[in-house]
Protein backbone atom coordinates (compact mmCIF):
# COMPACT_ATOMS: atom_id res chain seq x y z
CA UNK A 1 0.00 0.00 0.00
CA UNK A 2 1.47 3.32 -0.71
CA UNK A 3 2.57 5.70 2.21
CA UNK A 4 0.72 9.29 2.46
CA UNK A 5 2.74 11.92 1.18
CA UNK A 6 4.33 14.33 3.92
CA UNK A 7 4.43 17.38 2.33
CA UNK A 8 7.33 20.02 3.11
CA UNK A 9 7.53 23.49 2.58
CA UNK A 10 11.03 24.99 3.27
CA UNK A 11 11.80 28.29 4.57
CA UNK A 12 15.75 29.36 4.27
CA UNK A 13 18.47 28.09 2.35
CA UNK A 14 21.60 28.71 3.50
CA UNK A 15 23.68 26.76 5.32
CA UNK A 16 20.82 25.09 7.45
CA UNK A 17 18.24 24.99 4.25
CA UNK A 18 20.67 22.48 2.61
CA UNK A 19 21.52 20.55 5.25
CA UNK A 20 17.59 19.99 6.04
CA UNK A 21 17.32 18.95 2.13
CA UNK A 22 20.06 16.63 2.63
CA UNK A 23 17.89 15.47 5.24
CA UNK A 24 14.77 14.79 4.11
CA UNK A 25 16.32 13.11 1.01
CA UNK A 26 18.29 11.08 3.00
CA UNK A 27 16.07 9.97 5.76
CA UNK A 28 13.74 8.93 2.66
CA UNK A 29 16.28 6.57 1.60
CA UNK A 30 17.81 5.03 4.09
CA UNK A 31 15.08 4.83 7.13
CA UNK A 32 11.62 3.06 6.26
CA UNK A 33 9.53 6.14 7.01
CA UNK A 34 5.88 5.89 8.07
CA UNK A 35 5.53 8.83 5.31
CA UNK A 36 6.63 9.52 1.48
CA UNK A 37 8.35 12.82 1.79
CA UNK A 38 7.52 14.95 -0.66
CA UNK A 39 9.66 18.41 -1.34
CA UNK A 40 6.16 20.79 -2.18
CA UNK A 41 7.93 24.40 -1.98
CA UNK A 42 10.86 26.19 -0.94
CA UNK A 43 10.77 29.96 -0.12
CA UNK A 44 13.68 32.36 -0.06
CA UNK A 45 14.13 36.24 -0.27
CA UNK A 46 14.45 36.53 -3.92
CA UNK A 47 12.44 34.68 -6.53
CA UNK A 48 15.82 33.86 -8.08
CA UNK A 49 16.92 32.13 -5.40
CA UNK A 50 13.76 30.16 -4.55
CA UNK A 51 14.19 29.05 -7.93
CA UNK A 52 17.65 28.03 -8.38
CA UNK A 53 17.00 25.75 -5.15
CA UNK A 54 13.66 24.48 -6.31
CA UNK A 55 15.41 23.54 -9.58
CA UNK A 56 18.51 21.89 -7.84
CA UNK A 57 16.73 19.90 -5.11
CA UNK A 58 13.82 18.95 -6.95
CA UNK A 59 10.98 21.06 -5.43
CA UNK A 60 7.76 21.16 -7.11
CA UNK A 61 7.40 24.94 -6.34
CA UNK A 62 9.25 28.26 -5.73
CA UNK A 63 8.18 31.39 -4.22
CA UNK A 64 9.71 34.56 -2.65
CA UNK A 65 6.77 34.45 -0.09
CA UNK A 66 6.91 32.29 2.67
CA UNK A 67 3.55 33.29 3.97
CA UNK A 68 2.71 30.86 0.29
CA UNK A 69 3.61 27.76 2.25
CA UNK A 70 1.85 28.50 5.43
CA UNK A 71 -1.21 29.23 3.24
CA UNK A 72 -1.22 26.33 1.00
CA UNK A 73 -3.55 23.93 2.67
CA UNK A 74 -1.68 20.68 0.83
CA UNK A 75 1.56 21.33 2.93
CA UNK A 76 2.13 19.06 6.25
CA UNK A 77 5.28 20.52 7.69
CA UNK A 78 6.53 23.88 7.93
CA UNK A 79 10.04 23.83 7.89
CA UNK A 80 11.95 26.89 9.07
CA UNK A 81 15.52 27.54 8.09
CA UNK A 82 15.32 31.48 8.41
CA UNK A 83 17.48 33.40 10.89
CA UNK A 84 16.21 33.50 14.14
CA UNK A 85 14.28 36.57 14.69
CA UNK A 86 11.98 35.33 11.92
CA UNK A 87 11.53 32.22 13.92
CA UNK A 88 8.54 33.07 16.01
CA UNK A 89 6.37 35.38 13.52
CA UNK A 90 6.80 32.12 10.67
CA UNK A 91 5.95 29.59 13.54
CA UNK A 92 3.31 31.46 14.55
CA UNK A 93 1.45 32.02 11.32
CA UNK A 94 2.16 28.26 10.74
CA UNK A 95 0.73 26.32 13.71
CA UNK A 96 -2.14 29.02 13.65
CA UNK A 97 -2.67 27.14 9.91
CA UNK A 98 -2.34 23.58 11.31
CA UNK A 99 1.08 22.92 10.29
CA UNK A 100 3.24 20.72 11.95
CA UNK A 101 6.71 23.06 12.50
CA UNK A 102 10.17 21.69 12.43
CA UNK A 103 12.40 24.96 13.22
CA UNK A 104 15.93 25.72 13.62
CA UNK A 105 17.43 26.26 17.15
CA UNK A 106 17.70 28.85 18.82
CA UNK A 107 14.04 28.10 18.50
CA UNK A 108 13.48 32.46 19.25
CA UNK A 109 15.40 35.57 19.94
CA UNK A 110 13.55 35.26 23.88
CA UNK A 111 12.79 32.40 25.89
CA UNK A 112 8.81 34.02 26.21
CA UNK A 113 8.81 34.17 22.38
CA UNK A 114 9.74 30.42 22.53
CA UNK A 115 7.18 29.93 25.50
CA UNK A 116 4.49 31.37 23.28
CA UNK A 117 5.16 29.49 20.68
CA UNK A 118 5.53 26.18 22.79
CA UNK A 119 1.89 26.63 24.06
CA UNK A 120 0.41 27.71 20.69
CA UNK A 121 1.27 24.28 18.97
CA UNK A 122 0.36 22.72 21.63
CA UNK A 123 -3.16 23.66 22.21
CA UNK A 124 -3.24 23.02 17.95
CA UNK A 125 -1.91 19.46 18.67
CA UNK A 126 0.60 20.21 16.04
CA UNK A 127 4.14 18.32 15.80
CA UNK A 128 7.17 20.42 16.36
CA UNK A 129 10.50 19.54 16.09
CA UNK A 130 13.80 22.12 17.02
CA UNK A 131 17.05 21.87 15.42
CA UNK A 132 19.73 20.19 17.81
CA UNK A 133 20.77 17.47 15.70
CA UNK A 134 24.18 16.76 17.80
CA UNK A 135 22.37 14.79 19.99
CA UNK A 136 20.98 12.38 17.18
CA UNK A 137 24.81 10.64 16.91
CA UNK A 138 24.40 7.37 17.59
CA UNK A 139 27.84 7.28 19.95
CA UNK A 140 25.92 10.44 21.87
CA UNK A 141 23.50 7.12 22.57
CA UNK A 142 25.79 4.64 23.32
CA UNK A 143 27.24 7.22 25.75
CA UNK A 144 23.77 7.98 27.18
CA UNK A 145 23.35 4.19 27.87
CA UNK A 146 26.70 3.99 29.20
CA UNK A 147 25.85 6.84 31.53
CA UNK A 148 22.66 5.53 32.44
CA UNK A 149 23.43 1.93 33.26
CA UNK A 150 25.76 2.71 35.71
CA UNK A 151 28.93 1.66 34.02
CA UNK A 152 31.07 4.66 35.04
CA UNK A 153 30.02 3.94 38.18
CA UNK A 154 28.69 7.70 39.90
CA UNK A 155 29.05 10.15 37.60
CA UNK A 156 30.82 13.05 39.40
CA UNK A 157 31.76 15.88 37.03
CA UNK A 158 31.04 16.92 33.22
CA UNK A 159 32.89 19.83 31.02
CA UNK A 160 31.37 20.78 27.28
CA UNK A 161 32.73 22.74 24.90
CA UNK A 162 31.35 23.96 21.69
CA UNK A 163 34.05 25.71 19.50
CA UNK A 164 34.36 27.47 16.13
CA UNK A 165 36.00 30.07 14.73
CA UNK A 166 33.73 31.55 11.98
CA UNK A 167 33.90 34.88 14.04
CA UNK A 168 37.40 35.46 14.70
CA UNK A 169 37.82 38.16 11.89
CA UNK A 170 37.00 41.19 13.21
CA UNK A 171 36.15 42.29 9.31
CA UNK A 172 33.64 40.16 8.98
CA UNK A 173 30.12 41.57 8.50
CA UNK A 174 27.40 41.80 11.14
CA UNK A 175 24.81 39.57 10.94
CA UNK A 176 21.59 37.94 12.03
CA UNK A 177 23.79 36.32 14.96
CA UNK A 178 25.06 39.61 16.26
CA UNK A 179 21.55 40.57 16.49
CA UNK A 180 21.30 42.38 20.10
CA UNK A 181 18.15 40.53 20.95
CA UNK A 182 19.03 36.80 20.89
CA UNK A 183 21.77 36.69 19.10
CA UNK A 184 25.46 36.25 20.55
CA UNK A 185 27.99 32.83 20.68
CA UNK A 186 25.84 31.25 24.05
CA UNK A 187 22.79 31.52 21.98
CA UNK A 188 23.86 30.22 18.81
CA UNK A 189 26.49 27.19 19.98
CA UNK A 190 26.08 27.21 24.05
CA UNK A 191 22.26 26.23 23.39
CA UNK A 192 24.21 23.16 21.70
CA UNK A 193 26.48 22.51 24.54
CA UNK A 194 23.50 22.68 26.66
CA UNK A 195 21.32 20.45 24.81
CA UNK A 196 23.50 17.68 25.08
CA UNK A 197 24.50 18.17 28.77
CA UNK A 198 20.87 17.55 29.26
CA UNK A 199 20.84 14.59 27.26
CA UNK A 200 23.60 12.88 28.73
CA UNK A 201 23.37 13.98 32.38
CA UNK A 202 19.57 14.79 33.24
CA UNK A 203 18.45 18.34 34.56
CA UNK A 204 20.70 21.37 34.83
CA UNK A 205 20.05 22.85 38.21
CA UNK A 206 21.96 25.84 38.40
CA UNK A 207 24.26 27.71 36.68
CA UNK A 208 26.86 30.97 37.39
CA UNK A 209 27.50 32.14 33.99
CA UNK A 210 30.45 34.74 32.08
CA UNK A 211 29.45 35.90 29.23
CA UNK A 212 31.66 38.30 27.03
CA UNK A 213 31.74 40.64 24.04
CA UNK A 214 34.94 40.73 22.86
CA UNK A 215 34.72 42.55 18.98
CA UNK A 216 32.60 45.42 19.55
CA UNK A 217 32.23 46.53 16.33
CA UNK A 218 32.26 44.85 12.94
CA UNK A 219 31.05 46.37 9.37
CA UNK A 220 27.68 46.48 8.30
CA UNK A 221 27.65 45.38 5.00
CA UNK A 222 26.82 48.41 3.64
CA UNK A 223 29.95 50.33 4.35
CA UNK A 224 29.28 51.66 7.45
CA UNK A 225 30.60 50.17 11.21
CA UNK A 226 28.00 48.43 13.48
CA UNK A 227 28.20 48.33 17.14
CA UNK A 228 28.07 44.73 18.45
CA UNK A 229 26.86 43.90 21.92
CA UNK A 230 26.27 40.16 22.13
CA UNK A 231 29.07 37.83 23.44
CA UNK A 232 31.57 36.22 21.76
CA UNK A 233 32.49 33.64 23.88
CA UNK A 234 30.31 32.05 27.30
CA UNK A 235 31.32 29.97 29.83
CA UNK A 236 28.80 28.53 32.68
CA UNK A 237 29.40 26.01 35.73
CA UNK A 238 26.84 23.68 36.03
CA UNK A 239 25.36 22.22 39.02
CA UNK A 240 23.18 19.00 38.10
CA UNK A 241 19.88 17.72 39.72
CA UNK A 242 21.95 14.25 39.67
CA UNK A 243 23.94 16.20 41.91
CA UNK A 244 27.17 16.06 39.43
CA UNK A 245 29.23 19.28 38.99
CA UNK A 246 30.17 20.58 35.86
CA UNK A 247 30.76 23.48 32.92
CA UNK A 248 29.95 24.50 29.45
CA UNK A 249 31.75 26.72 27.16
CA UNK A 250 31.11 28.11 23.60
CA UNK A 251 32.89 30.50 21.12
CA UNK A 252 33.00 31.40 17.76
CA UNK A 253 36.10 33.21 18.27
CA UNK A 254 38.11 29.70 18.92
CA UNK A 255 40.70 30.30 16.55
CA UNK A 256 41.81 27.14 14.69
CA UNK A 257 38.49 25.23 16.09
CA UNK A 258 35.93 23.56 13.34
CA UNK A 259 33.70 21.76 14.58
CA UNK A 260 34.50 21.46 18.93
CA UNK A 261 31.34 19.77 19.56
CA UNK A 262 33.37 17.96 22.64
CA UNK A 263 32.31 16.53 25.86
CA UNK A 264 34.21 14.82 29.08
CA UNK A 265 32.34 12.45 31.50
CA UNK A 266 34.00 11.28 35.05
CA UNK A 267 32.60 8.61 36.73
CA UNK A 268 33.72 6.68 39.64
CA UNK A 269 34.05 3.73 37.20
CA UNK A 270 34.90 4.99 33.85
CA UNK A 271 35.75 8.57 31.75
CA UNK A 272 34.07 8.97 28.49
CA UNK A 273 35.53 11.73 26.07
CA UNK A 274 34.15 13.14 22.63
CA UNK A 275 35.39 15.79 20.15
CA UNK A 276 32.91 17.20 17.07
CA UNK A 277 36.12 16.54 15.39
CA UNK A 278 35.94 12.98 15.39
CA UNK A 279 32.07 12.83 15.21
CA UNK A 280 32.29 8.62 14.86
CA UNK A 281 34.61 8.13 17.85
CA UNK A 282 33.92 7.63 21.93
CA UNK A 283 36.78 7.30 24.13
CA UNK A 284 36.16 4.97 26.93
CA UNK A 285 38.34 4.79 29.50
CA UNK A 286 37.33 2.21 32.18
CA UNK A 287 38.84 1.71 35.38
CA UNK A 288 41.05 -1.50 35.36
CA UNK A 289 41.47 -3.67 37.95
CA UNK A 290 45.57 -4.44 36.29
CA UNK A 291 47.48 -1.53 37.11
CA UNK A 292 49.60 -0.14 34.70
CA UNK A 293 47.19 -1.65 32.14
CA UNK A 294 44.72 1.76 32.09
CA UNK A 295 43.82 3.82 29.29
CA UNK A 296 41.79 5.34 27.26
CA UNK A 297 40.48 3.03 24.22
CA UNK A 298 38.19 4.23 20.94
CA UNK A 299 34.88 2.76 20.04
CA UNK A 300 34.01 3.49 16.48
CA UNK A 301 30.67 4.17 15.46
CA UNK A 302 29.12 1.02 14.33
CA UNK A 303 25.64 -0.98 13.15
CA UNK A 304 25.29 -1.44 17.39
CA UNK A 305 24.68 1.72 17.92
CA UNK A 306 21.28 2.49 16.22
CA UNK A 307 20.72 4.00 14.18
CA UNK A 308 24.00 3.94 12.35
CA UNK A 309 23.47 0.27 11.06
CA UNK A 310 20.20 1.82 8.84
CA UNK A 311 22.81 3.54 6.93
CA UNK A 312 25.64 1.19 6.51
CA UNK A 313 26.17 -2.35 8.07
CA UNK A 314 30.07 -1.97 8.54
CA UNK A 315 31.49 -0.30 11.79
CA UNK A 316 33.47 2.51 11.30
CA UNK A 317 32.73 3.68 8.20
CA UNK A 318 31.39 7.13 9.49
CA UNK A 319 28.36 9.06 9.58
CA UNK A 320 28.85 12.96 8.66
CA UNK A 321 27.27 15.74 10.13
CA UNK A 322 24.43 15.80 6.84
CA UNK A 323 23.59 12.20 8.28
CA UNK A 324 22.90 13.69 11.44
CA UNK A 325 19.83 15.71 10.24
CA UNK A 326 18.28 12.38 8.39
CA UNK A 327 17.91 10.79 11.30
CA UNK A 328 16.15 13.80 13.52
CA UNK A 329 14.35 13.83 10.07
CA UNK A 330 13.58 10.17 10.42
CA UNK A 331 12.56 11.10 14.24
CA UNK A 332 10.20 14.00 12.90
CA UNK A 333 8.36 11.88 10.85
CA UNK A 334 7.65 9.16 12.95
CA UNK A 335 6.42 10.95 15.37
CA UNK A 336 4.24 12.81 12.62
CA UNK A 337 2.67 9.51 12.26
CA UNK A 338 2.12 8.62 15.98
CA UNK A 339 4.46 6.26 16.58
CA UNK A 340 6.32 7.92 19.18
CA UNK A 341 7.02 11.17 20.95
CA UNK A 342 8.99 14.16 19.04
CA UNK A 343 12.62 14.11 19.54
CA UNK A 344 13.13 17.36 20.57
CA UNK A 345 10.10 19.82 20.54
CA UNK A 346 9.05 23.07 20.80
CA UNK A 347 9.05 22.30 24.78
CA UNK A 348 12.70 21.15 24.75
CA UNK A 349 13.73 23.94 22.86
CA UNK A 350 11.69 26.64 25.40
CA UNK A 351 13.73 24.84 28.02
CA UNK A 352 17.11 25.28 26.21
CA UNK A 353 16.23 29.00 25.24
CA UNK A 354 15.57 29.34 29.13
CA UNK A 355 18.60 28.23 30.22
CA UNK A 356 20.34 30.45 27.94
CA UNK A 357 19.10 33.44 29.34
CA UNK A 358 19.76 32.33 32.96
CA UNK A 359 23.17 32.00 31.97
CA UNK A 360 23.08 35.97 30.57
CA UNK A 361 21.26 36.88 33.65
CA UNK A 362 23.85 34.79 36.31
CA UNK A 363 26.87 36.66 34.23
CA UNK A 364 24.60 40.33 34.30
CA UNK A 365 24.19 39.88 37.70
CA UNK A 366 27.57 38.10 38.76
CA UNK A 367 26.11 35.18 40.94
CA UNK A 368 24.18 31.66 40.58
CA UNK A 369 21.20 31.52 39.14
CA UNK A 370 18.15 28.77 39.87
CA UNK A 371 17.19 27.41 36.41
P1 LIG B 1 22.02 31.33 6.35
O1 LIG B 1 22.21 32.81 6.36
O2 LIG B 1 23.03 30.45 5.69
O3 LIG B 1 20.61 30.98 5.66
C1 LIG B 1 19.43 31.68 5.96
C2 LIG B 1 18.55 31.63 4.73
O4 LIG B 1 17.29 32.21 5.03
C3 LIG B 1 19.15 32.42 3.55
O5 LIG B 1 19.03 31.64 2.37
C4 LIG B 1 18.25 33.67 3.49
O6 LIG B 1 18.18 34.26 2.22
C5 LIG B 1 16.93 33.06 3.95
N1 LIG B 1 15.95 34.06 4.40
C6 LIG B 1 16.17 35.17 5.14
N2 LIG B 1 15.03 35.85 5.32
C7 LIG B 1 14.06 35.15 4.69
C8 LIG B 1 12.67 35.34 4.48
N3 LIG B 1 12.03 36.40 4.99
N4 LIG B 1 11.98 34.43 3.75
C9 LIG B 1 12.63 33.34 3.23
N5 LIG B 1 13.94 33.11 3.38
C10 LIG B 1 14.66 34.00 4.10
O7 LIG B 1 21.79 30.92 7.87
P2 LIG B 1 21.95 29.46 8.49
O8 LIG B 1 23.33 29.29 8.98
O9 LIG B 1 21.37 28.46 7.57
O10 LIG B 1 21.02 29.64 9.79
C11 LIG B 1 19.62 29.50 9.72
C12 LIG B 1 19.11 28.96 11.04
O11 LIG B 1 19.72 27.68 11.28
C13 LIG B 1 19.47 29.83 12.24
O12 LIG B 1 18.41 29.83 13.14
C14 LIG B 1 20.68 29.13 12.86
O13 LIG B 1 20.82 29.33 14.25
C15 LIG B 1 20.38 27.68 12.54
N6 LIG B 1 21.58 26.83 12.44
C16 LIG B 1 21.57 25.61 13.04
C17 LIG B 1 22.67 24.78 12.95
C18 LIG B 1 22.61 23.40 13.57
O14 LIG B 1 23.64 22.72 13.66
N7 LIG B 1 21.46 22.95 14.02
C19 LIG B 1 23.80 25.18 12.23
C20 LIG B 1 23.77 26.44 11.61
C21 LIG B 1 22.65 27.24 11.71
Known sequence: MAKPPLR??????????????FGYTTAARVFDLPR????????????????????????EKATSDWRTIVEDPNIDVVNITAPNALHKEMSMAAIAAGKHVYCE????????DASEMTEAAEAAGVKTQVGFNYICNPVFGLAREMIRSGELGEIRAY???????????????FTFR????GGGAFADLGSHTLATAEYLLGPITRVMG???????????????????EVDDVGRAFLRFQSGATGSVEASWIATGQKMSHD??????????????????????????????????????????????????VAPGHQLGFNDLKAIEVAGYVGAIAGLHDEPFNF?????????????HRSSQQERWLDT
Open 8 to 21: VGLIGTGFMGKAHI
Open 36 to 59: NIVLDTVADITDEAARAAATRYGF
Open 105 to 112: KPLAPLAI
Open 159 to 173: RGYHAEDYMTDETAP
Open 178 to 181: HDPQ
Open 210 to 228: DTVNVIGERPDGKGGIRKV
Open 263 to 312: FEVYGSRGGLTFSGERLNELRFYPVSAIPGRDGFRTILAGPNHPPYGEFC
Open 347 to 359: RAGWRIQSLVETV
